[in-house]
């Protein structure tokens, strides 16, 4: 065969060019627009301490998200994120009964954290079974294991060096939670996005047969999300934890909903196969935009649900019904 | 037949189901008295009947999480009705309930089926956007038991023939569901849309319109539960059954319906809500916290979907033919 | 060279006249025209991509055409979707069993067409007992009220057909109906073809099997890449003339000129078995070789292969390389070892269709175009660029997903993919199946350069020109067994097609 000199261009469009087409544009600019429309509502809104409360509302959720969004990226799911908050809390509550020291807790509640994804994981790759099944599983039981041992009272007392990570302040308005919140948002973007593991993740989501015969360690791939995720977990109960200084059984109910939410509401297929971690980024603010501005509002929280619930619904059947209305 | 039977999914859970009542009994011979057995029976009818609603859902692939919401919305919306006109037929009140529970199931179909969105997603944002509808039309208030017409709460409670109407409601929806799922198209068409979506296409099944009427049936249930869980507990508020989703989806798993679709029949629902309701009925009597409830739910889903999952092992194709003389 | 039906022949009940229907990238039936007529078994020739399976579909209204006519008793009909071709009395088993496991036999058979009882309910004492009937019909010993999941595949084929009898038929269309069946249960069909025959249905039967079509058609059709090529009666045209006209053309007009030059031996398999799907599989491949697997679909052949490459586990036997033993548990391991896979099924195993032409080809490679776990954009552009520009990629960019390509141009990624980790061993599974015949060439040509080179091959195929063109040897597989090894003079058509059939073993 005489080799040809016919070129294929790397890109047809630059990458500037790309990204204003992207979703996470549009959701910026649904960011923005609720950010200027919340100015305008209410006189409380700029002001850089009301601010700084309101990255309360999405910072702890949006840490699990980042492991979440790889998870769903790779095509599985862990419904079970917000029990782990609560199991990792209660552990971290029984040693603080003992006196631990709060380096320990926070070893403590990484290390449940790690424990549940692995129990997750294993359930999924070893055993081959579906993770949505599982994780509502290990949703009750993890929680259920909670109630077992607190059942209606709760641990407090938590030592005074343990409140920096929920109450604590890294310089100025910012706090120990955004500070974190911002590390982790680089460490996944990089993680996902700029290196080896992360185009595995894409690969297995998209196909996790041809991922296979191409090589890649499928389960291998899945079982560290499911660590990452149980981790994430961990690391968000100690900061809920923290922040409350003190653990109920039901810590953190119904977390599960508004991560995923999030995640897809950031632009993740939830079916598998694509998203990124800036759209996630977007996505915690909107949440926590609209939280906080209809809370100065005084518009009650269950009506945000509603707008959360059809911004779920809404992002991703617009696109679809503008598609067949034209045709 | 009779072997048949004895090898089926519902014959080893009706069998772990009689062990769990005799263990139950041998210490506490008043639990299988036949009134208790009965009370048991009607506590659990409710999740019978939401059960049977997510078998259906979840044999075409799909799952529906919206049903608690849908629950409470409609249990809201007869109470609020039962206010306005206390003189209302009952029978209006049941239509208004089952139509509204229908249309409300409906609103997932039509976007499971036109749009194609994942059920997961839909039935994720209908169920934040159907409590917070509740709070919008209650204005966050509760709907207490002097508030309701006698006739009204009577109902679920009314004995007939011994038995409670609740029980005998339960009892209708089975018997229908079962000639519904044996003896009629859809009913069929149920199994084969979620067993073989390929095939169902080459049969000339709609698999986006049969995905709809699941929905349909469910969300019917679902309104059907409203009203009868809102007079038998003569009290309507925007949290009644939060989280019952996960025990109904439980429900359907530990009787044996498959996640992936297409496996499953009315008795395992039926029978993994029974299951359910025995734990729940028992805890009490036995003297174990009933905060041990949520935890040993979660292990009997995963102990059933491993199991579920052992029992599905997939023969090769065989291509070897070891009876045949080799040339 | 087009016979014509005799003047005297009836009406067609069924007919296609000058269908075409067109894939992205692909045209799949190009003008086709084909007549069933009643009382007579009209059998569909040709190889694999042919098009037989997209005519199925057309006739049975999965796929509707882009051009031409269906015409019924001669009257153009439109098939909106499977029930109204069913409404016309066209049924059809497929190659794919599509039935339902969860559901009984009898429910398997009347899906869609039950009998109503009272209240409009399905009548299922009645559904049983003409289900049984026709059962007994087809001498099949099943009862209609199993589960269809606890049927072996030869009895759930037999349920197909009495799902085809169970709607007053007019036209049968008969896919590959004997893949699965024994030998006894052959003969059974046959007896039946014959009883439909004899009710004056039209039946097509489609077969990679000559005895089989020399026993049971009247009729025969061949087509070639999606083309019709001649019809006319079996009595009148031998097996040679049949094989002629489905390959079509000399063999070494298309085919690159290779001088055979075997190197080192890089790979040998001994007492490979595997419980259900293979058992003694011996063999061994040298550098520069290509080396052919030959045989009908569903004789091990790709089994072996996965097997080989760490898909499925084998229960015995020794993979050798350079003469080292090596245990290749997945993919991953057989990749490392120099194994590579290029499966038949590319949208499926092949190319993740949704990334980019450059993500799908550096995949296995990342290792190398990285550097410390992270990705380098500038080295996997340059290494995609290397090896697609190799095999002559046709796309608008590297960043194109692979789905938007032509078959050819998406195999050609799948193939640059692995020529990209420098393997030592590349398996190739029908690598040109469903291609189109440009892109067919430039894959044999480039086959025939990576054996030069000193790669070795072993190519998977059931075209038999591809086989003989491109093969230094061939390896015939029947029923999961090794049952012959042709080279050279003893390398021709009707061995092939004898020894992978089984004619002359029997008697």
């Known amino acids: 065969m005489s080799s040809t000199d016919r070129y294929i261009p790397d890109r047809l469009q630059s990458p500037l060019q790309r990204r204003l087409k992207s979703w996470e544009t549009l959701l910026l600019a649904v960011a923005v627009a609720i950010f200027t429309f919340n100015a305008f509502a209410s006189p409380y809104f700029l002001n850089a301490w009301n601010l700084s409360d309101a990255t309360f509302n999405f910072t702890e959720k949006a840490m699990i998200a980042f492991a979440m969004a790889l998870l769903i990226i790779a095509g599985e799911i862990d419904l079970s994120v917000a029990s782990i908050v609560a199991l990792a809390s209660t552990a971290m509550g029984a040693a603080a009964q003992v006196g631990a020291s709060p380096a320990t807790l926070v070893m403590i509640g990484l290390t449940v954290g790690v424990i549940c994804g692995a129990f997750n994981g294993l359930l999924v790759t070893a055993m081959g079974l579906p993770s949505i099944v599982v994780t509502i599983g290990t949703m009750s039981l993890f ?145 926590g935009l609209v939280t906080f501005g209809l809370g100065l509002l005084n518009v009650p929280g269950i009506v945000m649900s509603i707008l959360i619930g059809a911004l779920l619904i809404g992002v991703i059947a617009l696109p679809r019904l503008w598609g067949m209305w034209r045709g | ?296 739910s979660g292990a009997a889903i995963l102990i059933a979907v491993v199991l579920n999952s052992r029992a599905n092992r997939t023969r090769g194709r065989i291509i070897l033919k070891q009876t045949e003389p080799v040339a | 060279m087009q016979p014509q039906p005799s003047a005297a022949a009836p009406v067609a009940i069924l007919a296609l006249d000058a269908v075409t229907k067109e894939f992205p990238g692909v045209r799949a039936l190009s003008e086709v025209s084909l007549s069933l007529y009643p009382g007579q078994v009209t059998a569909l020739i040709g190889e694999n991509g042919a098009g037989k399976s997209t005519v199925v579909k057309v006739l049975t209204g999965i796929y509707q055409p882009d051009g031409g006519r269906i015409l019924v008793d001669g009257r153009p009909v439109r098939f909106a979707n499977a029930q109204a071709a069913a409404a016309q009395g066209i049924t059809a088993i497929h190659q794919e069993t599509v039935l339902f496991d969860e559901l009984t036999v009898a429910e398997n058979i009347f899906l869609g067409h039950a009998p109503r009882g009272r209240f409009g309910l ?41 799902r085809a009898l169970s709607v007053d038929a007019r036209v049968v269309i008969m896919d590959e109906p004997t893949a699965a069946l024994s030998h006894k249960e052959i003969h059974e069909l046959y007896a039946l073809v014959d009883k439909l025959k004899a009710q004056g249905k039209a039946i097509l039967f489609i077969s990679h099997k000559f005895d089989e079509i020399f026993r049971i058609a009247d009729r025969y059709a061949v087509f070639r890449d999606g083309q019709f090529v001649g019809e006319g009666a079996m009595s009148d045209v031998t097996q040679g003339a049949l094989v002629q006209m489905m390959v079509g053309r000399s063999v070494d007009q298309i085919f690159p000129a290779r001088r055979h030059n075997p190197g080192k031996e890089v790979l040998k398999v001994v007492g490979y078995d595997h419980p259900t799907e293979f058992a003694d599989i011996n063999f061994s491949l040298r550098r520069g070789e290509i080396l052919g697997f030959y045989g009908l679909i569903g004789a091990g052949r790709s089994e072996v292969m996965q097997a080989l490459y760490g898909i499925t586990k084998p229960s015995k036997g020794a993979v050798r390389i350079d003469g080292d033993v090596r245990i290749i548990r997945s993919p991953a391991d057989a990749v490392a070892h120099g194994i590579v896979y290029v499966p038949e099924d590319r949208g499926r195993q092949g190319a993740i269709t949704a990334l980019p032409i450059y993500q799908n080809v550096t995949l296995p490679s990342l290792g190398r175009t990285s550097r410390h776990g992270f990705l380098r954009l500038a080295q996997e552009f340059a290494l995609a660029r290397e090896y697609t520009a190799r095999l002559d990629l046709r796309a608008a960019s590297l960043e194109t997903a692979v789905g938007n390509l032509s078959g050819g141009n998406q195999q050609k990624v799948v193939i640059a993919k692995w020529l990209a980790t420098q393997p030592r061993v590349i398996i190739l599974d029908e690598p040109t199946k469903g291609i189109d015949i440009g892109s067919k060439a430039a894959v044999h040509e480039f086959m025939a350069e990576l054996a030069a080179e000193g790669l070795a091959v072993i190519m998977v ?47």
């Not at chain 2, 018997?175 to 049969?203: C, D, E, Q």
Request: glycine content about 10%; hydrophobic content about 55%; proline content about 4%.
């Open chain 3, 461 to 507: 195929s059931s075209e038999i020109p591809e086989v003989l063109g491109m093969s230094d040897r061939v390896i015939v597989m029947r029923e999961g067994r090794i049952v012959d090894e042709l080279q050279g003079a003893a390398l021709t058509p009707e061995t092939l097609v004898r020894r992978a059939a089984g004619i002359g073993d029997m008697e």
């Open chain 3, 122 to 162: 399905i009548d299922t004492a009645a559904m049983i007992a003409r289900s049984r009937d026709i059962l007994t019909g087809i001498e099949a010993e099943i009862d209609p009220t199993t589960r269809l999941r606890d049927l072996s595949i030869a009895s759930k084929h037999l349920v197909a057909i009495a």
């Open chain 2, 1 to 296: 037949m009779i072997r048949r039977y004895l090898q089926s999914r519902e014959a080893i859970l009706s069998a772990a189901i009689l062990v769990l009542i005799a263990v139950i009994a041998l210490r506490f011979p008043a639990f299988i008295t036949p009134a208790n057995l009965a009370n048991v029976f009607n506590d659990t009818s409710p999740l019978m009947i939401l059960a049977i609603g997510q078998m259906i859902v979840i044999l075409t692939k799909c799952i529906d999480l919206s049903v608690a919401a849908n629950l409470a919305l409609t249990g809201m919306v007869v109470s609020l009705l039962n206010i306005a006109a206390p003189d209302l037929p009952l029978a209006v009140t049941l239509l208004v309930a089952v139509s509204l529970g229908a249309v409300l199931g409906m609103f997932n179909g039509i976007l499971v089926w036109k749009l194609n969105i994942p059920p997961i997603v839909v039935t994720l944002g209908t169920m934040t956007i159907y409590r917070g509808i509740i709070f919008l039309i209650s204005k966050g208030k509760w709907v207490n038991a002097h508030e309701m017409s006698a006739p009204f709460k009577a109902l679920p409670r009314h004995v007939f023939l011994g038995f409670p109407v609740l029980s005998w409601i339960a009892l209708a929806v089975i018997l229908i569901a079962i000639v519904v799922m044996t003896r009629t198209t859809l009913g069929r068409a149920f199994y084969a849309v979620g067993g073989n979506p390929h095939a169902a296409v080459y049969t000339g099944l709609n698999v986006g319109r049969t995905q709809f009427w699941a929905f349909t049936i469910s969300g019917a249930l679902a309104g059907l539960t409203g009203y009868l869980w809102v007079s038998r507990y003569a009290v309507a508020y925007v949290d009644i059954a939060g989280g019952f989703e996960l025990d109904v989806v439980a429900a359907c798993v530990i009787g044996g319906i498959s996640i992936a679709g297409g496996v499953g029949t009315v008795g395992g629902a039926v029978l993994g809500a029974l299951f359910l309701g025995v734990i729940k009925n028992a805890l009490p009597v036995i003297n174990i916290s009933p905060f041990w409830q949520l935890a040993i």
């Open chain 1, 143 to 287: 929680r259920g294991i909670s109630y077992i041992v607190l059942g209606d009272t709760s641990y407090g007392g938590y030592p005074a060096g343990f409140k920096f990570f929920g109450q604590g302040y890294v310089w100025w308005v910012f706090s120990f939670e955004l500070a974190l919140f911002a590390v982790l948002a680089i460490l996944f973007g990089v993680l996902l996005h700029l290196t080896n593991f992360g185009r595995a993740v894409y690969a297995v989501g998209n196909n996790p047969v041809a991922a296979l015969f191409s090589g890649i360690r499928v389960n291998r791939v899945k079982f560290i999300l499911f660590l990452l995720t149980g981790l994430m977990a961990g690391v968000a109960s100690v900061c809920l934890t923290s922040r409350l200084g003190s653990t109920r059984p039901s810590i953190g109910f119904g977390m599960e909903l508004e991560v995923v939410t999030m995640v897809v509401l950031g632009g993740v297929n939830i079916l598998g196969g694509s998203g990124t971690i800036p759209g996630v980024v977007i996505a915690a603010f909107v949440m």
